[in-house]
C-alpha cells in the first residue's frame, strides 16, 4: 500500500504562481512513475505531468513552460510548481503513483480567478 497526501492548493489571480506537494508514505520503494492529474467541474480527470523514478517528464500541451514536475526519491515527495496560472487551469489536482498498482491522493483545489 502507499498512501499519498497533498498540500499547496489556494486561491490566486491569474498570472499568479503556485506549488503542490504530494507526501507518499507506505512501499514507497515499490513506485515507478509519479504524476498530478486535475478534474475540472463536469470534465474527466486529465493527466497534467508525470516522472519517472530516473526523472524523465511529461506534461499535456496545455501546461508546458508554465508548470514543472520535481522529485525526491529519498524523501518521498513530488511537487507541481504552477506559473502563469490562468483561470482555466482550476481544478482539483490529484496525486498519482504507480506501482503494479495505482493510488491517488485526496486532491487538492486550485482556483485561479481573473
Known amino acids: 500500500q502507499v498512501q499519498l497526501v497533498e498540500s499547496g492548493g489556494g486561491l490566486v489571480q491569474a498570472g499568479e504562481s503556485l506549488r503542490l506537494s504530494c507526501a507518499a508514505s507506505?512501499?514507497?520503494?515499490?513506485?515507478?512513475?509519479m504524476g498530478w492529474y486535475r478534474q475540472a467541474p463536469g470534465k474527466q480527470r486529465e493527466l497534467v505531468a508525470t516522472?519517472?523514478?530516473?526523472?524523465?517528464?511529461n506534461y499535456v500541451d496545455s501546461v508546458k513552460g508554465r508548470f514543472t514536475i520535481s522529485r525526491d526519491n529519498a524523501k518521498n515527495v513530488v511537487w507541481l510548481q504552477m506559473n502563469s496560472l490562468k483561470p482555466e487551469d482550476t481544478a482539483v489536482y490529484y496525486c498519482?503513483?504507480?506501482?503494479?498498482?495505482?493510488?491517488w491522493g485526496q486532491g487538492t483545489q486550485v482556483t485561479v480567478s481573473s
Open positions: 498519482n503513483a504507480r506501482t503494479q498498482f495505482v493510488y
Open positions: 507506505g512501499r514507497t520503494f515499490s513506485i515507478n512513475t
Open positions: 516522472i519517472s523514478s530516473g526523472g524523465s517528464t
